[in-house]
């Protein structure tokens, strides 16, 4: 048994990154209990695509921790390892494979043994496709089931990815603006989801939008130039003087 | 239960293709041994060749199509498999003829004894035996397609960059096979077969049965890609070709993906070398020439990437224009031919015969599935 | 090494000879000029008599065809002073020398014409029975001897420089006085430096001279220090005292030093050389790939049709305007770039602006345009080897140390690092290159600020080509101009980018330096071709562990 050296879901301590010189993440910190949802804040270039790509293992920090459930050290694994360690991802970019249809997208996101071997020697069965019936319902695309995603619109490829992510069932969800490009109704019904699903899930949520943010109702991280200016409830933050600076100052 | 699966696996399309390679196998014989040579339908053994060399490129063109078509990998070295898989048959070949050849030498080939050696070298030992050739005809290409993608596939050498550095694979190879101390006969290659299995390799019924072998490994390969393109690897395989570090974040090792693949279609191209070699008598260093790999790639690209019959009809197709050009007064025009099909193809068919065909027929479809439905329900 | 010995010849060191030393006054040395000049007149005159005489016993012992009586006979003819001596022995090297029925000396000259050995005269018929006069290798190698004797003091100076290298190689202790008085009258300081080795050889090598000479003899072979040189030192023959034995160590070990420095050296001009050519095949791949990423297949085509250009360039010079030939490639220059640049431009009009963003069918179409490009130059100027001159300036070379040099190398190597800064100038300091770097870094901004990115695409690929032009330029002068031209250069062009790192110019040039440095270091280890095979093996590994490249960019803009 590993010594669990932390309780905390994820735990960054020290990362930092450069890019040719540029600070991209400057000595952050950040922690996420288990079951917490997060919203991150912060203006463009504050660093919160590159800090999801190095919890994700598609970017390595030059130095720092990054630990998950306490043990595993995030540094030393690629993105498939993280991924089936649990973690999530949704990208900024709605990215489903667009020349598969809606239920194939979720089949190949659903959890299960991905070696080649047993992938080839797959086989439909019924648990499976109950739980993809679920999801279906879920995200609202039960209609569009044999239709080739890449006839999808916007906004339901947002939620066909929020689809995937629960298909894949993680223990940490990595959520990057997941409402871009939606109306107001689409917003809300979002936020709903995203609720719904950190009832049994750790989440973290990078998004611009305010309105979107409040809704979510839960503890907002502001980042700054690669490292934490503010961490807090969305009111107490926008209260702080550094954060008005930041977002209206210059 | 099998014959079910089986069936559920094979589209209309692969029917048909198996259906018109099922046909060939039973009517190509009656017309070639049956139907007097006098009659217009009788079908001449050197026609049945050519058709068997066309049908070890359609081989090449699945395997291929299968790694650029479902994985997005394109090879632009799949010629070296080839020939790798053919110099294992050839090397078998040069084995059988024993002490009938110029320098009547039981063990060592005519070229060895040219180059003053003295006895086999050690990779030629075991080619005397059908079943270790045959291994090695899977092996050879088998090995070098793994070795070469668990580098390359591992440290994500992806797009144009791979496309490059496989054709600077197979250049590396043709430098070292035209070496005469390489121990593969050099410039000149391997020939001069006598017999395979003890039947004469001139012999029409020997021929006929190639080309029929050679239809059977068509079928079968195909059957195995169309297995493996519509398993839960093969969506897979599209995901990586269509959105790669996605698939990453999904959890799959794609790496082990495009080398499972590429290994086996390295050895497929193995297979259709093997045939090959027999039925047109000779294999030799030129069979590595960068040129003939990239066009292997518009075979596949004028039938249809992704279409697995697309391939094989592509390389039956541009090869038979080839043989029509180059035969005739327009033998010098074939180059401007082929390049032209190079550009036109990728401007104006990126989808190939196949693929076109199909996107017309699907338009035509929803046409009428649209007029169907503003008959029946108003719009929303 | 001392800090003064500077490696190469020291002309100014002669061998003291013990028999004759320089005088050291002026005065006595033009005495002694003087006098050499008049016996050098008297003695042909004293032996004229002795001539005819020499000449008919040389012809008897021909005549009794034994090999001991011919190799006096040799001696004979070169002593006897005939204006036709050195062609009676030259005859009887390649077996043209013949005794007729009635002993009669003839040799056939190499029209087969017969000569009458004693006369030197042509004679109206060829006399009956002739049988040729035997030899075998000891006398072939007298005769060589015999021939080297009379040639030193030959009034052409290229036979007598012959004459003089025979005998540095052959050390024939008898040619050690003719030598001598050929050194003596020597005016070519080049003739006289291979006389003096020559002697030094013999010195050194033969037996029963004083260790004081041999000493300055060795001193004098290790200053040439050249291959040559070894072979009389290791040939010191074991009566000579310790410290010569020594020296000749010595001088042994100190030339395989400079020896070695120099293959080095060799080595790593020949590979700046391939390198230099690398670079200019693909500085234009560089712009094309490396900075807007269009794979373009046919970039070696664009080489040979600029080598196209400048061989119909010269063709045309040639035939209207023969005195202006030596600037048929400044002609060259200017019209191969301006028609492998409009090529690439109708090329990315036509077919590569459809295809952006699709660089695996870019790659496709470019092949296809590359064998018609091929083919089109192969029906108008045949399948063949075309010729293109070098111009006086190229041709020839000069010696460096141990190297030799050809300025035709020289000029592609100034050409190439000459296209190179003025492709990284145009990118750096012109507005078109910051117009180009402004569309490939971000398009839609340079497009909202006005620039006509579809204008900068066409002009950019056009650079690209237009160098290849150049290239073909250059290449025209050292490689086969043929239709297959290209094909050869495509591959190391795309490997040299790559390796160097994509999009950066720097890295091409030092990509390419490396690769043409490593493959003449590895081939006389490895031969060319497998040389040649190692290295692409190796940049296959290495494009796998550094996928971008020796100088790659990092950070997220290069993900996309």
């Known amino acids: 048994m590993e010594l669990k050296v932390t309780d905390y879901l994820l735990y960054l301590d020290g990362v930092s990154v450069a890019f040719d010189g540029f600070k991209a993440i400057n000595s952050l910190s950040l922690t996420i209990e288990p079951g917490e949802m997060r919203a991150i804040i912060g203006p463009n270039g504050a660093g919160k695509t590159t800090m999801m790509d190095i919890i994700t293992g598609k970017t390595r920090p030059d130095t720092g921790d990054v630990l998950f459930d306490g043990t595993v050290d995030l540094t030393q694994l690629d993105e498939a390892a993280i991924a089936n360690l649990g973690i999530g991802r949704k990208f900024q970019k709605p990215t489903v494979f667009e020349m598969h249809t809606v239920e194939d997208n979720l089949r190949l996101a659903l959890k299960g043994d991905r070696r080649v071997f047993s992938t080839l020697f797959w086989r439909d069965s019924t648990p499976e496709r109950e739980k993809i019936d679920r999801i279906l319902d879920t995200i609202r695309l039960g209609h569009l089931r044999e239709a080739s995603a890449a006839n999808l619109s916007h906004g339901q490829k947002q939620w066909l990815e929020i689809g995937m992510l629960l298909a894949q069932d993680p223990k940490l969800l990595l959520v990057d603006e997941p409402v871009a490009g939606m109306t107001d109704a689409e917003t809300e019904a979002t936020a709903h989801l995203l609720k719904e699903i950190a009832k049994d899930h750790s989440v973290i949520v990078v998004e611009h939008d305010m309105a979107f943010v409040r809704e979510l109702d839960c503890k907002v991280t502001v980042l700054h130039e690669g490292s934490v200016l503010a961490e807090g409830a969305l009111d107490h933050v926008s209260a702080d003087q550094r954060v008005i600076e930041v977002y209206l100052g210059r | 239960m099998l014959t079910n699966r089986f069936l559920a696996m094979l589209d209309a399309r692969g029917r048909i293709f198996l259906g018109v390679i099922l046909a060939a196998i039973v009517l190509v014989p009656i017309l070639n041994l049956v139907v007097p040579t006098g009659s217009s339908l009788h079908v001449p053994t050197w026609l049945v060749s050519l058709m068997g060399k066309y049908l070890c490129y359609a081989i090449l063109a699945l395997a291929l199509d299968l790694v650029w078509g479902y994985a997005g990998i394109l090879s632009l070295g799949h010629g070296a498999f080839f020939a790798l898989g053919g110099y294992a048959m050839g090397m078998y070949l040069m084995r059988q003829i024993g002490a009938r050849g110029v320098y009547a030498n039981p063990i060592l080939p005519d070229f060895m004894v040219f180059l003053n050696w003295k006895e086999l070298p050690w990779f030629w030992h075991g080619f005397d035996m059908f079943p270790f050739a045959m291994l090695m005809v899977l092996l050879a290409p088998g090995l070098l397609a793994f070795v070469f993608g668990w580098f390359a596939f591992r440290s994500r050498v992806t797009g144009v960059y791979l496309s490059i550095i496989t054709q600077a694979l197979t250049y590396a190879m043709l430098l070292a096979f035209f070496r005469n101390d390489m121990g593969f006969g050099g410039n000149n290659g391997l020939t001069d077969f006598k017999d395979i299995l003890g039947y004469p390799v001139q012999s029409d019924m020997t021929r006929l049965v190639l080309f029929l072998l050679t239809l059977l490994a068509l079928a079968l390969c195909y059957i195995l890609a169309r297995a493996i393109v519509t398993s839960k690897a093969g969506k897979v395989l599209v995901a990586v070709r269509d959105a790669e570090s996605r698939t990453r974040f999904l959890g799959f090792r794609v790496e082990h993906y495009k080398l499972f693949v590429f290994t086996l279609s390295a050895m497929m191209a193995g297979l259709a070398g093997a045939l090959y070699v027999p039925q047109v008598g000779i294999i030799n260093p030129s069979e590595f020439q960068p040129g003939n790999s990239i066009e292997v790639v518009i075979w596949v690209a004028v039938g249809g990437r992704g279409t697995l019959v697309g391939a094989a009809i592509g390389a039956i197709l541009v090869n038979l224009a080839k043989t029509t050009f180059t035969t005739g007064a327009l033998a010098p025009y074939w180059l401007f031919a082929l390049g032209a099909l190079f550009v036109l193809t990728t401007l104006y068919m990126p989808k190939g015969v196949i693929g076109t065909f199909a996107e017309w027929r699907e338009k035509r479809r929803e046409k009428a599935v649209l007029a169907a439905n503003a008959s029946t329900t108003p719009a929303e | ?449 006005g620039i006509r990115t579809a204008r900068i695409d066409a002009l950019t690929f056009g650079l690209g080509s237009g160098i290849a032009g150049l290239a073909g330029v250059a290449l025209s002068q050292i490689d086969n101009v043929s239709p297959n031209l290209g094909q050869s250069y495509i591959i190391d062009s795309f490997m040299v980018v790559v390796f160097g790192g994509v999009g950066n110019l720097w890295g091409t040039l030092v990509a390419a330096l490396s690769l043409g440095i490593a493959n003449k270091f590895l081939e006389p280890f490895a031969g060319a071709v497998l040389g040649k095979i190692a290295l692409l093996v190796f940049i296959i590994l290495f494009i796998q562990k550094r996928p971008r490249g020796l100088f790659a960019l990092k950070g997220r803009a290069i993900e996309s």
Do not use: C
């Open chain 3, 1 to 449: 090494m001392g800090a003064g010995n500077v490696p190469g010849r020291h002309p100014e060191r002669e061998i003291d000879m013990p028999t004759f030393r320089f005088p050291s006054d002026r005065g006595a040395l033009v005495a002694a000029a003087r006098l050499l000049l008049i016996l050098s007149l008297l003695l042909p005159l004293g032996l004229t008599g002795a001539r005819a005489g020499a000449l008919d016993d040389a012809a008897a012992l021909f005549a009794a065809d034994s090999f001991s009586d011919t190799a006096k006979a040799i001696d004979l003819v070169a002593g006897a002073d005939a204006p036709h001596a050195d062609a009676i022995l030259e005859a009887l090297a390649d077996r043209r020398l013949f005794v007729s029925a009635d002993k009669k000396l003839v040799f056939k000259d190499k029209a087969g014409a017969a000569i009458d050995a004693l006369t030197g005269k042509k004679l109206a018929a060829e006399p009956a029975g002739l049988a040729s006069v035997r030899i075998n290798n000891r006398l072939r190698s007298a005769i060589n001897n015999a021939v080297g004797q009379m040639t030193l003091q030959s009034p052409d100076a290229a036979k007598r420089h012959a004459a003089a290298l025979a005998v540095y190689k052959s050390r024939d202790a008898a040619s050690e006085d003719g030598l001598r008085a050929a050194s003596r009258v020597e005016k070519d300081a080049g003739i006289k430096t291979v006389q003096q080795l020559a002697l030094a050889a013999i010195i050194a090598t033969a037996p029963g001279k004083p260790d004081i000479d041999r000493l300055t003899a060795i001193e004098v072979l290790k200053d040439q220090g050249d291959r040559d040189a070894l072979t009389p030192l290791n040939l010191v023959p074991a009566e000579a005292g310790q410290g010569v034995k020594d020296a000749a160590k010595a001088a042994v070990a100190e030339i395989n030093n400079r020896l070695a420095l120099w293959s080095g050296v060799q080595n790593a001009w020949y590979g700046v050389s391939l390198g230099s050519v690398l670079l200019l095949a693909a500085i234009g791949l560089a712009i094309t790939f490396g900075v807007m990423g269009i794979i373009n297949m046919a970039h070696g085509e664009m080489v040979m049709i600029g080598a196209y250009v400048t061989f119909v360039i010269q063709e045309v010079i040639r035939q209207n305007y023969p005195g202006l030939f030596d600037y048929s490639l400044a002609l060259a220059i200017p019209a191969s770039f301006v028609v492998a640049g409009v090529i690439g431009i109708a090329i990315e009009r036509l077919v590569i602006r459809h295809l952006y963003g699709r660089p695996l069918e870019t790659l496709l179409a470019t092949w296809g345009i590359s064998l018609i490009l091929q083919q089109a130059v192969r029906t108008i100027f045949g399948p063949t080897n075309r010729e293109v001159g070098a111009p006086s300036f190229m041709s020839g070379s000069f010696k460096l140390g141990l190297l030799d040099i050809t300025y035709g190398r020289v000029w592609i190597v100034v050409f190439a690092l000459a296209v190179f800064l003025a492709v990284l100038a145009l990118l750096r300091f012109t507005p078109m290159g910051l117009q180009m770097r402004a569309v490939t870094q971000n398009r839609r901004m340079a497009a909202s600020m």
